[in-house]
């Protein structure tokens, strides 16, 4: 959502000169740089030839490899993570990725007596959540609204409405709801002070 001119549409709105009025824009004021640098990072990934919707936000993210591999759908949020992109990665709406994550796209075949490299594509569907620290590990599909708690690491794609935990990850018994309609990006104090005020 870090794109100036959807904030700014879709701006809250309050009576010229009345209290709100200031409070609003002097948060927005402050706000600006912070929004500033992720429209900045999504500018750039997208002139290295990664597909990113204009409302996704890119925090301090370390992306390496060929940035032609990368897709991030609407209103998602990547935090401070790493994704190493050997192949495709492909992030779906609304889906959240907190700091610390990694994302691998490749390994080494231990079994090849050359150690060369296996690549498999890495799929997160909309409304996922990856947690602080997790790792997801090449060749899974994270699954609509499944939830990767923190630390875990991922092996094996995971259904969706999943609630995995631990290393390897396993399911536990809960589940996430099925009608899931929220958007990540909303609860950034940079974007809130936009839409709030």
Sequence with gaps: MASLSYLFIN?????????????AWGKRFFAFGELYKRNARRAKLIKLGAEIHATAEIGKATIDGHKEH?????????????IALFTSVEIGERVCINDGVQILTASHNV?????RHIKKPVVIEDYAW?????????????GRGAVVGAGAVVSKSVAPGDIVVGN?????????????????????????AWLKG
Excluded at 11 to 23: I, M, N, T
Excluded at 133 to 140: D, F, H, N, S
């Design 11 to 23: 701006r809250a709105r309050f009576p010229l000169g009345s209290v709100d009025f200031f409070k």
């Design 70 to 82: 990368l897709s991030i759908g609407a209103f998602s949020f990547i935090g401070k993570v790493h």
């Design 111 to 115: 079994t090849d007596p050359k150690w």
């Design 130 to 142: 990856i947690s602080t620290g997790a790792t997801i590990l090449p060749g899974v599909t994270i």
């Design 168 to 192: 390897p990850a396993r399911p536990t018994s809960k589940k996430r709801c099925e009608n899931l309609d929220y958007n990540p990006c909303e609860f950034l104090a940079e974007n809130r």
